[in-house]
């Protein structure tokens, strides 16, 4: 009686509902025919600002790299274009020079440089030695590289005197030049040369003047040893003439750089 009021009034009981599910709820369903969904838009990918800011750190990284590579490439493709070996240094020294002091004074102290150096590549190729170009160091000066010769102290001592003396000669010409167009800056161009050049003969083990000294040591105490056919058979007393010739001409060079930088001092002359 009860379930027929509640059917006439719209109501089902809790056992005619349960009869009546034909599907399970939590199973899906394909749409009926003719009906389409619109499709779900995809939710953007999160991305922080720290992310982002390394992911252009690193693309700008990797195009700098790329393209350091890609220049060297380059430049290795055309380095039998240059005669020189020390002409990248060259330039990159000369062109810090110039900024620094202005062209003129840069380029021709960079020349003074090249004329020290190449004083000790000329005298080691007339020992027979190997000897590379000058590489130039910004600020710092220019070295060359030698393959380990087994030179005699007299040897050694001329290469290492070779570099004053030829910087020397070369400040002389231009203290030459700017007297007599009474140009100061070539003036002041000398004296630095010549002061350079007196510096490099302190007798410090890594400059020339430490160099030729320690070539004095050895010539006054090494035995000088006799040859036939290169092979050693006599063993001599110590050249000790040849070491009191290289301090003599070590102190006479020396002695030389130093009145010409006196002489080309800005206050004066000697």
């Known amino acids: 009686m009860k379930a027929r009021e509640a059917a006439a009034h719209g109501h089902h009981s809790p056992r005619s509902y349960s009869e009546s599910m034909t599907y399970d709820p939590w199973e899906g369903r394909e749409a009926p025919t003719g009906t389409v969904f619109p499709p779900r838009e995809p939710e953007p990918e999160f991305t922080s600002p720290v992310q982002e800011h390394r992911g252009i750190l690193r693309r700008a990284g990797g195009g700098i790299a790329a393209g350091g590579l890609l220049a060297l490439k380059f430049l290795g493709q055309f380095a039998f274009l240059f005669k020189f070996k020390f002409l990248l240094s060259f330039l990159i020294s000369a062109g810090l020079y110039a900024w620094a002091w202005g062209w003129q004074f840069g380029l021709g102290f960079i020349l003074l440089l090249m004329v020290h150096e190449m004083g ?46 030829s910087g020397g000669v070369g400040a002389a010409i231009v203290w030459a030049i700017g007297s007599a167009r009474d140009s100061s800056m070539l003036v002041v161009l000398a004296n630095i040369a010549f002061l350079l050049n007196a510096f490099n003969m302190i007798p410090i083990g890594f400059l020339d003047g430490g160099q030729t000294l320690r070539a004095a040591r050895e010539a006054w105490r090494m035995p000088v040893i006799r040859f036939e056919g290169a092979v050693p058979v006599q063993a001599l007393a110590p050249d000790r003439a040849r070491s009191i010739a290289i301090v003599a001409l070590y102190l006479g060079l020396g002695g030389l750089l130093v009145i010409g930088m006196l002489a080309t001092h800005p206050a004066g002359g000697l």
């Open 120 to 165: 000790h590549v000329i005298q080691l190729r007339r020992e027979g030695v190997d000897a590379s170009a000058p590489t130039f160091i910004p600020f710092f000066g220019a070295f060359v590289t030698i393959e380990k010769a087994g030179l005699t102290p007299w040897r050694n001592a001329l290469i290492s005197l070779a570099g004053p003396l």
